[in-house]
DNA sequence: TTACATACCTCGATTTTCGAGGTATGTAAA
DNA sequence: TTTACATACCTCGAAAATCGAGGTATGTAA
């Protein structure tokens, strides 16, 4: 199969705004992977897969944006929570700023 | 080689917001594959490779999202020129308020 | 005649997505 | 008690998407 539907830009332009999304939720405390999901659906408007959020996080673990470390909650299975480190934050306030400036001119432009 | 870099982020969502940010172009009029490329580089801050402008161009047209007409200018190379349908104007339209929704979270998170 | 801007295209290696599957804990209903 | 569901993590691999490199061609200007 290929393609397919063009059609769906929502689901086209959802995938490549989650590593941002997913940084600035991370930049408001530490979270964890469900947490994280619960917020983006929030955020998105959507459900992100599992399949695509817990190798995302691991990724930031391993570029060094987020340290990871397991939290056993009163109740419940353990947690893997990410907080931000110092680069992360850097990378998350540049592509932030990025971020303001495409959207204000896309915003223009579909108004 | 592999995935290597999440620090490029802004990178990252360039690639699937090119979709809506080509048929937002498209939506201010009829335009063609260079003239959207030389549009885009405004819009997104980046230089958009050919390689996937012009596949993303013939899958619009594929859907029925845009009709392609080979024009002729009074100098210069032949020109391919895509206007958006009725249903192009449509998926826009929709994909525009989702964008708008989505960008005003977004932009909360990131403040 | 060399160079560059315009203008289009395809191939295919690399990269990215995400559905499906798996493991496990705690709670609440049947 | 056993079934179900919410929480919570993970990997595999098929499918999809990206984009550099290569190709063709026109017109202008050095």
């Given at each position: 199969?290929?393609?397919?539907?063009?059609?769906?830009?929502?689901?086209?332009?959802?995938?490549?705004?989650?590593?941002?999304a997913?940084?600035?939720?991370?930049?408001?405390?530490?979270?964890?992977?469900?947490?994280?999901?619960?917020?983006?659906?929030?955020?998105?408007?959507?459900?992100?897969?599992?399949?695509?959020?817990?190798?995302?996080?691991?990724?930031?673990?391993?570029?060094?944006?987020?340290?990871?470390e397991?939290?056993?909650?009163?109740?419940?299975?353990?947690?893997?929570?990410?907080?931000?480190?110092?680069?992360?934050?850097?990378?998350?306030?540049?592509?932030?700023a990025?971020?303001?400036?495409?959207?204000?001119?896309?915003?223009k432009?579909?108004?």
């Amino acid at each position: 199969m290929m393609d397919e539907t063009l059609k769906d830009l929502e689901k086209r332009w959802r995938k490549s705004v989650l590593p941002l999304a997913v940084l600035a939720v991370l930049g408001k405390g530490p979270s964890h992977g469900y947490g994280l999901a619960v917020a983006l659906r929030e955020v998105l408007g959507a459900a992100t897969p599992e399949g695509t959020l817990y190798p995302l996080l691991n990724g930031f673990e391993r570029d060094g944006l987020a340290v990871a470390e397991w939290t056993i909650p009163e109740s419940g299975p353990a947690r893997k929570t990410y907080a931000l480190t110092a680069e992360g934050r850097a990378v998350l306030s540049e592509a932030s700023a990025q971020w303001s400036q495409m959207s204000l001119n896309l915003g223009k432009l579909l108004s």
